[in-house]
Nanobody
Framework: QVQLVESGGGLVQAGGSLRLSCTASGFSSYTMGWFRQAPGKEREFVAHISVSGAVTYYADSVKGRFTISRDNAKNTVYLQMNNLKPEDTAVYYC???????????????WGQGTQVTVSS
């Protein structure tokens, strides 16, 4: 079971930026993703990145504002979040997938989450 540790959350004003980081053991074999969960809402997909880092995929709500990247030498995946909006407020979770099903990665390992709060 891969262990994931997120960092980088915090409080920021609307229009600001934050960068989240997630380190993982056995990192280079996993498709990595970010999800988020706002109070009273279900967890939702934000972005994922392929093992090599060559392929990325984003939710429409963050496309053009967020960038997922990875450094396999440092066992770390990042989520650069720009032009943040109050509706981006959520707990952000890092996730890892070893397998795919029906064209989507199967995320089975999760971090503990990091809070992102965007004030208006």
């Amino acid at each position: 079971q891969v262990q994931l540790v997120e960092s980088g959350g915090g409080l920021v004003q609307a229009g600001g930026s934050l960068r989240l980081s997630c380190t993982a053991s056995g990192f280079s074999s996993y498709t990595m993703g970010w999800f988020r969960q706002a109070p009273g809402k279900e967890r939702e997909f934000v972005a994922h990145i392929s093992v090599s880092g060559a392929v990325t995929y984003y939710a429409d709500s963050v496309k053009g504002r967020f960038t997922i990247s990875r450094d396999n030498a440092k066992n770390t995946v990042y989520l650069q979040m720009n032009n943040l909006k109050p509706e981006d407020t959520a707990v952000y979770y890092c996730a890892a997938a070893l397998s795919w099903r029906q064209g989507k990665p199967e995320f089975r390992s999760w971090g503990q989450g990091t809070q992102v709060t965007v004030s208006s």
